[in-house]
Nanobody, 122 residues
Framework: QVQLVESGGGLVQAEGSLRLSCAAS????????MGWFRQGPGKEREFVAA????????SYEDSVKGRFTISRDNAKNMLYLQMNSLKPEDTAVYYC???????????????RGQGTQVTVSS
Protein backbone atom coordinates (compact mmCIF):
# COMPACT_ATOMS: atom_id res chain seq x y z
CA GLN A 1 0.00 0.00 0.00
CA VAL A 2 1.02 3.63 -0.34
CA GLN A 3 3.14 4.97 2.48
CA LEU A 4 4.42 8.50 2.97
CA VAL A 5 6.60 8.83 6.06
CA GLU A 6 7.76 12.25 7.22
CA SER A 7 10.77 12.94 9.41
CA GLY A 8 12.90 15.86 10.51
CA GLY A 9 10.46 17.85 12.60
CA GLY A 10 11.27 19.16 16.05
CA LEU A 11 11.67 22.18 18.27
CA VAL A 12 13.71 25.10 16.96
CA GLN A 13 14.21 28.71 17.93
CA ALA A 14 12.98 31.53 15.74
CA GLU A 15 15.30 32.22 12.78
CA GLY A 16 16.50 28.62 12.93
CA SER A 17 16.31 25.97 10.22
CA LEU A 18 14.91 22.49 9.78
CA ARG A 19 14.85 20.06 6.87
CA LEU A 20 11.84 17.81 6.53
CA SER A 21 12.08 14.59 4.58
CA CYS A 22 9.37 12.30 3.24
CA ALA A 23 10.01 8.71 2.18
CA ALA A 24 7.48 7.42 -0.33
CA SER A 25 6.67 3.81 -1.17
CA UNK A 26 3.90 1.86 -2.86
CA UNK A 27 3.37 4.38 -5.64
CA UNK A 28 5.12 5.52 -8.80
CA UNK A 29 6.59 8.54 -7.07
CA UNK A 30 7.99 10.11 -10.24
CA UNK A 31 4.48 10.25 -11.68
CA UNK A 32 2.94 12.39 -8.94
CA UNK A 33 2.94 16.06 -8.16
CA MET A 34 3.98 16.27 -4.50
CA GLY A 35 3.41 18.84 -1.82
CA TRP A 36 3.76 19.87 1.78
CA PHE A 37 0.74 21.01 3.74
CA ARG A 38 0.49 22.10 7.35
CA GLN A 39 -2.05 22.54 10.10
CA GLY A 40 -1.29 24.87 12.97
CA PRO A 41 -3.01 24.83 16.37
CA GLY A 42 -6.59 25.98 15.97
CA LYS A 43 -6.13 26.53 12.24
CA GLU A 44 -7.33 24.88 9.06
CA ARG A 45 -4.91 22.82 7.01
CA GLU A 46 -3.12 24.95 4.44
CA PHE A 47 -0.90 24.55 1.41
CA VAL A 48 2.81 25.22 1.94
CA ALA A 49 4.67 24.15 -1.19
CA ALA A 50 4.40 21.88 -4.21
CA UNK A 51 6.63 20.44 -6.89
CA UNK A 52 5.49 19.00 -10.21
CA UNK A 53 6.46 15.57 -11.45
CA UNK A 54 7.20 16.69 -14.99
CA UNK A 55 9.62 19.62 -14.90
CA UNK A 56 9.93 19.90 -11.10
CA UNK A 57 8.59 23.44 -11.13
CA UNK A 58 7.76 24.71 -7.67
CA SER A 59 5.02 26.75 -6.01
CA TYR A 60 4.90 28.29 -2.54
CA GLU A 61 2.40 29.83 -0.20
CA ASP A 62 3.15 33.54 0.03
CA SER A 63 4.28 33.56 3.66
CA VAL A 64 7.03 30.99 3.05
CA LYS A 65 8.40 32.31 -0.25
CA GLY A 66 12.12 33.00 0.03
CA ARG A 67 12.38 30.98 3.26
CA PHE A 68 11.29 27.45 2.30
CA THR A 69 12.54 25.29 -0.57
CA ILE A 70 10.81 22.13 -1.78
CA SER A 71 12.76 19.50 -3.71
CA ARG A 72 12.49 15.88 -4.72
CA ASP A 73 14.76 12.96 -5.59
CA ASN A 74 12.84 10.59 -7.83
CA ALA A 75 15.66 8.03 -7.80
CA LYS A 76 15.28 7.71 -4.03
CA ASN A 77 11.50 8.32 -3.83
CA MET A 78 12.15 11.21 -1.47
CA LEU A 79 10.55 14.63 -0.98
CA TYR A 80 12.18 17.41 1.03
CA LEU A 81 11.33 20.76 2.54
CA GLN A 82 14.19 22.99 3.61
CA MET A 83 12.86 25.59 6.04
CA ASN A 84 15.00 28.60 6.93
CA SER A 85 14.35 31.72 8.98
CA LEU A 86 11.58 29.94 10.83
CA LYS A 87 8.97 31.99 12.64
CA PRO A 88 6.68 31.07 15.53
CA GLU A 89 3.74 31.23 13.12
CA ASP A 90 5.30 28.34 11.19
CA THR A 91 4.48 26.08 14.14
CA ALA A 92 2.30 23.27 12.79
CA VAL A 93 2.06 19.62 11.89
CA TYR A 94 3.58 19.29 8.43
CA TYR A 95 2.22 16.69 6.04
CA CYS A 96 3.81 15.22 2.94
CA UNK A 97 1.18 14.42 0.33
CA UNK A 98 0.43 13.84 -3.27
CA UNK A 99 -1.00 17.01 -4.73
CA UNK A 100 -3.25 18.21 -7.51
CA UNK A 101 -3.67 21.58 -9.09
CA UNK A 102 -6.92 23.11 -10.27
CA UNK A 103 -7.42 26.69 -11.28
CA UNK A 104 -3.96 27.57 -10.07
CA UNK A 105 -4.69 26.30 -6.55
CA UNK A 106 -2.91 23.31 -5.05
CA UNK A 107 -4.95 20.71 -3.19
CA UNK A 108 -3.97 17.74 -1.10
CA UNK A 109 -4.24 14.58 -3.21
CA UNK A 110 -5.26 11.03 -2.45
CA UNK A 111 -2.31 10.16 -0.21
CA ARG A 112 -0.71 11.85 2.76
CA GLY A 113 1.59 10.92 5.61
CA GLN A 114 0.94 11.01 9.32
CA GLY A 115 2.68 14.32 9.74
CA THR A 116 5.66 15.64 11.66
CA GLN A 117 5.46 18.35 14.32
CA VAL A 118 7.41 21.55 13.85
CA THR A 119 7.50 23.92 16.81
CA VAL A 120 9.21 27.30 16.57
CA SER A 121 9.86 29.13 19.82
CA SER A 122 10.22 32.90 20.03
Amino acid sequence: QVQLVESGGGLVQAEGSLRLSCAASGLTFSGYHMGWFRQGPGKEREFVAAITYSDESTSYEDSVKGRFTISRDNAKNMLYLQMNSLKPEDTAVYYCATASRRGGIWYLGNYRGQGTQVTVSS
